[in-house]
């Protein structure tokens, strides 16, 4: 269910946009899928933020924009001042916050997530103490109940115990908030400049008190810098970018003060000092802030105007004046906000299901969308991973950041090549960019100018590759081809080091010299997180690339690549019939279990044993033949009773909340038995997804599993890394258009769709009958129309033809 809505929020008004998009999704639990939309429906009415900020969802409910630099949303507190409730700021359970942070990562791990930048926290009361020395949030925070929270597309409004209320609403790098307090009591605006989610190298802020403003910046980083994963803790403990902000106010302050670490000082104007990266006892009482006071017995509304820049002050305050009109109030910027989410958002629109059901599509796209985001300023200016300032390159239009690769690549970045080639070539360009200034090295996870290299693999071969093959040509493809090329293919330094071992390796290609000998990465020697895991990851990455290869026109690396994309076989051991690890020896590592990590990153052998995806048929040769195969995987997603096993917790089966294994419902396509995928996905979108804080699986990884959610429910799905090729299964909503500025609309329909019909009887493309389970790339360049007949029982004979199977 929906949560329930603060009365004091405002609600918008407008005209539905005029696109018209539709495709059939399914509920999280069975709902009458035959009410239509409304005429004057608005995709942005249809979308709950709260969704995911549940269940390890680690999604925030703030105000954000698509793309946009800025997420204005809270930071939550279980009571530690150096920690917060959950991975990016915000926990549903979780309802006590110490400010409203500027910046935030959709969906990520790592508690405490990422960014969560200058929280201003609303206060009642007199500031007498340092801020700083409230560890444990006891005095400088407050309480607040979901009834006086609301979170719609753009803007969030949220009424405190203490009797303030925060309304905000942003543009794409600046923001608009409307503070109230309650009347006659002493009210107060706090920055923490220095307490980010991580903590903070340095912080600076300064108040004018003669020109009603508040300007300062954070010095941070640090992302996954608390976690070892089983390396060493503070590896990733280090700084990478500076966000600027600056405010300005509707009214003067009636007084003023900063503090740092425990001194507070009445009536100072300007303060430094950040926290440092560490945790708990070691970073309690420091940092530094400042705060502005207002009169409130005559008047206790204050409004902010507030810019943000990662190049400069003079950046932040250039792109307020861009994009918010000096007397914008929160409802203009919030209305044009609501606009800006309808023009995307209608890039897909459904007809029919009901209103649960279309609640959960539309947020999930709203998710998917939310990334890549927008570090370059209105002028064109941005932070290199040098940390240099740059301007755009030639043809682009913005400089985008925050790239979960691992977790991306697998659909996420597909969804957005299919709907916004626009954007996804301004990010293939962004990330060859950042390439360039890092000495040529392909960073696994980008955070704002920043090489975290978290996980393993190298994603970004196979997410360009993947741009390219889907039409995206508006990026230096040719650049990016031979950088990524060379990177793999031949070995450097940062390749034999073991910083920040296992997690956050740095090199893009650990030990390659070793790779390209012995055809896997050993596990003894693979300066890795798991072998096995670096030896699949890679074999899809060179598959990818063997496939733009060919497409270029580049007929020895597509050759070499394509060879390499098969190393996978060489992880495989016919004797436990198991992905596993090998050492330079040529031996397996044991002891060995399938439900074992060992070798792996995040996921077992008996996951990872299944991420063949560019050769699922000699996957299935290897485990004895299709029919085999597919019985394997029918235990993959049942338990021994028979019962669906799709929502995680056993390390043998199926696990929803995590990017390994989302691709193996897909996979009884290619076995000839697509019907099984069909019943496979319809059960994990009815089952593990839906409505309310908990309507995600697990961790949203920058719009992964909701891109997930968006092609299941569309009845497509990506087949692999490196090609435009969809796998279809059985649309959930009886129609669908997909509307493409650029190319032709792509039109879905299922007329029979609803909670009995799971099953495709048959189908056709562009008025002719489809025999197969998979469509070619015309469909995703070209446009085009798929007819789904639904039934509600298997069809067991419908592409299931030797020469009608997926690869």
Same mark, same amino acid.
């Given at each position: 269910?929906?949560?329930?809505?603060?009365?004091?929020?405002?609600?918008?008004?407008?005209?539905?946009?005029?696109?018209?998009?539709?495709?059939?999704?399914?509920?999280?639990?069975?709902?009458?899928?035959?009410?239509?939309?409304?005429?004057?429906?608005?995709?942005?009415?249809?979308?709950?933020?709260?969704?995911?900020?549940?269940?390890?969802?680690?999604?925030?409910?703030?105000?954000?924009?698509?793309?946009?630099?800025?997420?204005?949303?809270?930071?939550?507190?279980?009571?530690?001042?150096?920690?917060?409730?959950?991975?990016?700021?915000?926990?549903?359970?979780?309802?006590?916050?110490?400010?409203?942070?500027?910046?935030?990562?959709?969906?990520?791990?790592?508690?405490?997530?990422?960014?969560?930048?200058?929280?201003?926290?609303?206060?009642?009361?007199?500031?007498?103490?340092?801020?700083?020395?409230?560890?444990?949030?006891?005095?400088?925070?407050?309480?607040?109940?979901?009834?006086?929270?609301?979170?719609?597309?753009?803007?969030?409004?949220?009424?405190?115990?203490?009797?303030?209320?925060?309304?905000?609403?942003?543009?794409?790098?600046?923001?608009?908030?409307?503070?109230?307090?309650?009347?006659?009591?002493?009210?107060?605006?706090?920055?923490?400049?220095?307490?980010?989610?991580?903590?903070?190298?340095?912080?600076?802020?300064?108040?004018?008190?003669?020109?009603?403003?508040?300007?300062?910046?954070?010095?941070?980083?640090?992302?996954?810098?608390?976690?070892?994963?089983?390396?060493?803790?503070?590896?990733?403990?280090?700084?990478?970018?500076?966000?600027?902000?600056?405010?300005?106010?509707?009214?003067?302050?009636?007084?003023?003060?900063?503090?740092?670490?425990?001194?507070?000082?009445?009536?100072?104007?300007?303060?430094?000092?950040?926290?440092?990266?560490?945790?708990?006892?070691?970073?309690?009482?420091?940092?530094?802030?400042?705060?502005?006071?207002?009169?409130?017995?005559?008047?206790?509304?204050?409004?902010?105007?507030?810019?943000?820049?990662?190049?400069?002050?003079?950046?932040?305050?250039?792109?307020?004046?861009?994009?918010?009109?000096?007397?914008?109030?929160?409802?203009?910027?919030?209305?044009?906000?609501?606009?800006?989410?309808?023009?995307?958002?209608?890039?897909?629109?459904?007809?029919?299901?009901?209103?649960?059901?279309?609640?959960?599509?539309?947020?999930?796209?709203?998710?998917?969308?939310?990334?890549?985001?927008?570090?370059?300023?209105?002028?064109?200016?941005?932070?290199?991973?040098?940390?240099?300032?740059?301007?755009?390159?030639?043809?682009?239009?913005?400089?985008?950041?925050?790239?979960?690769?691992?977790?991306?690549?697998?659909?996420?970045?597909?969804?957005?090549?299919?709907?916004?080639?626009?954007?996804?070539?301004?990010?293939?360009?962004?990330?060859?960019?950042?390439?360039?200034?890092?000495?040529?090295?392909?960073?696994?996870?980008?955070?704002?100018?920043?090489?975290?290299?978290?996980?393993?693999?190298?994603?970004?071969?196979?997410?360009?590759?993947?741009?390219?093959?889907?039409?995206?040509?508006?990026?230096?493809?040719?650049?990016?081809?031979?950088?990524?090329?060379?990177?793999?293919?031949?070995?450097?330094?940062?390749?034999?080091?073991?910083?920040?071992?296992?997690?956050?390796?740095?090199?893009?290609?650990?030990?390659?010299?070793?790779?390209?000998?012995?055809?896997?990465?050993?596990?003894?020697?693979?300066?890795?997180?798991?072998?096995?895991?670096?030896?699949?990851?890679?074999?899809?990455?060179?598959?990818?690339?063997?496939?733009?290869?060919?497409?270029?026109?580049?007929?020895?690396?597509?050759?070499?690549?394509?060879?390499?994309?098969?190393?996978?076989?060489?992880?495989?051991?016919?004797?436990?019939?198991?992905?596993?690890?090998?050492?330079?020896?040529?031996?397996?590592?044991?002891?060995?279990?399938?439900?074992?990590?060992?070798?792996?990153?995040?996921?077992?052998?008996?996951?990872?044993?299944?991420?063949?995806?560019?050769? $699922?048929?000699?996957? *299935?040769?290897?485990?004895?033949?299709?029919?085999?195969?597919? #019985? @394997? +995987?029918? %235990?993959?997603?049942? !338990?021994?009773?028979?019962?669906?096993?799709?929502?995680?917790?056993?390390?043998?089966?199926?696990?929803?909340?995590?990017?390994?294994?989302?691709?193996?419902?897909?996979?009884?396509?290619?076995?000839?038995?697509?019907?099984?995928?069909?019943?496979?996905?319809?059960?994990?979108?009815?089952?593990?997804?839906?409505?309310?804080?908990?309507?995600?699986?697990?961790?949203?990884?920058?719009?992964?599993?909701?891109?997930?959610?968006?092609?299941?429910?569309?009845?497509?799905?990506?087949?692999?890394?490196?090609?435009?090729?969809?796998?279809?299964?059985?649309?959930?909503?009886?129609?669908?258009?997909?509307?493409?500025?650029?190319?032709?609309?792509?039109? $879905?329909?299922?007329? *029979?769709?609803?909670?009995?019909?799971?099953?495709?009887?048959? #189908? @056709? +493309?562009? %008025?002719?009958?489809? !025999?197969?389970?998979?469509?070619?790339?015309?469909?995703?360049?070209?446009?085009?129309?798929?007819?789904?007949?639904?039934?509600?029982?298997?069809?067991?004979?419908?592409?299931?033809?030797?020469?009608?199977?997926?690869?």
């Amino acid at each position: 269910m929906r949560h329930s809505q603060p009365d004091t929020a405002r609600r918008f008004g407008a005209k539905t946009a005029a696109v018209v998009i539709t495709t059939v999704l399914a509920a999280a639990v069975p709902i009458p899928s035959t009410a239509a939309p409304t005429a004057a429906e608005r995709p942005s009415s249809l979308v709950d933020p709260l969704i995911g900020s549940k269940n390890s969802g680690t999604t925030y409910p703030g105000a954000t924009l698509p793309y946009g630099m800025i997420g204005w949303s809270p930071t939550s507190t279980r009571g530690d001042q150096t920690s917060t409730g959950a991975a990016n700021g915000y926990q549903y359970d979780v309802t006590r916050i110490r400010g409203l942070s500027l910046t935030h990562v959709n969906g990520a791990g790592c508690n405490p997530g990422a960014a969560g930048d200058v929280p201003i926290m609303p206060f009642v009361g007199d500031v007498t103490s340092s801020p700083s020395a409230d560890t444990k949030d006891a005095t400088y925070a407050s309480n607040f109940s979901h009834a006086d929270e609301k979170a719609v597309p753009g803007r969030y409004t949220l009424g405190l115990d203490s009797g303030a209320t925060a309304d905000l609403a942003v543009s794409k790098r600046a923001g608009v908030a409307d503070f109230t307090f309650p009347a006659g009591r002493p009210a107060n605006l706090l920055f923490r400049v220095s307490n980010s989610l991580n903590g903070s190298e340095d912080a600076h802020i300064d108040i004018d008190a003669a020109h009603r403003k508040v300007t300062g910046s954070v010095l941070t980083g640090a992302f996954c810098g608390r976690r070892g994963n089983g390396g060493t803790p503070n590896n990733n403990r280090k700084t990478y970018y500076r966000l600027y902000f600056s405010a300005s106010f509707d009214r003067a302050f009636s007084s003023v003060g900063t503090w740092h670490d425990a001194t507070l000082s009445p009536g100072s104007t300007t303060a430094s000092g950040g926290e440092g990266y560490a945790t708990g006892a070691d970073r309690a009482g420091r940092g530094s802030g400042g705060w502005v006071g207002f009169e409130t017995s005559s008047d206790n509304d204050v409004t902010m105007h507030l810019g943000i820049s990662y190049v400069s002050l003079a950046g932040a305050e250039n792109n307020l004046r861009s994009e918010i009109a000096p007397r914008a109030s929160v409802t203009d910027v919030a209305e044009a906000g609501a606009r800006a989410w309808d023009r995307e958002l209608s890039s897909v629109r459904v007809d029919g299901g009901g209103a649960d059901r279309r609640t959960t599509f539309y947020t999930a796209l709203y998710h998917a969308l939310m990334q890549p985001g927008v570090i370059s300023d209105a002028d064109g200016r941005y932070r290199g991973m040098d940390q240099a300032v740059h301007r755009l390159a030639r043809g682009q239009l913005a400089q985008y950041s925050n790239f979960s690769g691992w977790d991306q690549y697998r659909a996420q970045i597909q969804l957005l090549a299919l709907l916004k080639p626009r954007v996804a070539g301004d990010f293939a360009q962004s990330l060859y960019n950042f390439a360039q200034q890092n000495g040529g090295v392909w960073d696994r996870w980008v955070h704002i100018s920043g090489a975290t290299h978290v996980m393993t693999g190298d994603p970004t071969a196979a997410t360009l590759a993947t741009f390219y093959a889907m039409g995206v040509r508006n990026f230096d493809y040719q650049g990016a081809f031979d950088s990524l090329v060379h990177q793999a293919t031949v070995p450097n330094a940062d390749e034999l080091s073991d910083a920040g071992c296992p997690g956050q390796c740095v090199g893009e290609r650990p030990n390659l010299a070793q790779y390209m000998s012995s055809h896997y990465a050993a596990q003894d020697v693979c300066h890795c997180w798991g072998g096995a895991a670096e030896t699949l990851e890679d074999s899809i990455a060179d598959s990818a690339l063997g496939q733009w290869a060919k497409l270029l026109g580049r007929d020895k690396e597509a050759k070499e690549f394509t060879e390499r994309g098969a190393y996978w076989r060489n992880v495989f051991n016919p004797g436990t019939g198991y992905a596993q690890a090998r050492k330079l020896d040529g031996g397996w590592v044991t002891p060995f279990s399938p439900g074992s990590d060992l070798g792996f990153a995040q996921g077992t052998s008996a996951t990872y044993t299944w991420m063949v995806p560019q050769d $699922v048929q000699g996957l *299935a040769s290897v485990m004895g033949g299709r029919d085999r195969a597919a #019985a @394997r +995987l029918d %235990g993959f997603f049942h !338990n021994a009773d028979g019962s669906w096993s799709v929502k995680g917790g056993d390390p043998l089966r199926y696990d929803p909340t995590n990017e390994p294994g989302i691709h193996a419902p897909w996979l009884y396509n290619a076995l000839g038995q697509p019907w099984k995928t069909q019943a496979t996905v319809r059960q994990i979108l009815d089952t593990v997804y839906g409505t309310g804080p908990a309507g995600l699986p697990g961790n949203d990884d920058l719009g992964t599993m909701s891109a997930w959610y968006v092609f299941a429910a569309l009845g497509i799905y990506p087949r692999t890394p490196g090609s435009a090729d969809l796998l279809l299964g059985a649309p959930v909503f009886p129609r669908a258009v997909l509307h493409r500025s650029d190319r032709a609309d792509i039109v $879905v329909t299922a007329p *029979a769709a609803d909670d009995t019909h799971h099953y495709v009887d048959g #189908a @056709r +493309l562009n %008025g002719r009958d489809l !025999n197969r389970s998979w469509v070619g790339r015309s469909l995703t360049l070209s446009g085009g129309r798929l007819d789904f007949q639904l039934g509600t029982t298997p069809d067991t004979r419908w592409a299931t033809g030797e020469g009608d199977l997926p690869k």
